[in-house]
Nanobody, 121 residues
Framework: QVQLVESGGGLVQAGGSLRLSCKASGSIFSILVGGWYRQAPGKQRELVADISPAGSTNYGDSVKGRFTISRDAAKNTVYLQMSSLKPEDTAVYYC???????????????WGQGTQVTVSS
């Protein structure tokens, strides 16, 4: 199991920006897909973005062009830069690490504790 610790959430006005960080324990993280998911009240957890060990990225349709995922192998950390935030981006954001062979839809792997992002209108 990989331990994941998120940080960087908070309250921001619509149109603003936030950067989330996810620090992973263990060198195994370098061979795992790092991802961000979110879950709003009453809704299912959904993929926001993920990044493969080689750096290939994948984004949910609702965040394309506004969010950027990246990873720093030396720091064992995955980042999510969020810009042009909208009230509908309000959710708890969870960091995830999963095997490269598992689709994102399986919601498999290790999870962080979550960090709240609230976007006010």
């Amino acid at each position: 199991q990989v331990q994941l610790v998120e940080s960087g959430g908070g309250l921001v006005q619509a149109g603003g920006s936030l950067r989330l960080s996810c620090k992973a324990s263990g060198s195994i993280f370098s061979i795992l897909v790092g991802g961000w998911y979110r879950q709003a009240p009453g809704k299912q957890r959904e993929l926001v973005a993920d990044i493969s060990p080689a750096g290939s990225t994948n984004y949910g349709d609702s965040v394309k062009g506004r969010f950027t995922i990246s990873r720093d192998a030396a720091k064992n950390t995955v980042y999510l830069q969020m810009s042009s935030l909208k009230p509908e981006d309000t959710a708890v954001y969870y960091c995830n690490a999963r095997n490269v062979h598992w689709p994102s839809s399986t919601l498999s792997g290790s999870w962080g504790q979550g960090t709240q992002v609230t976007v006010s209108s």
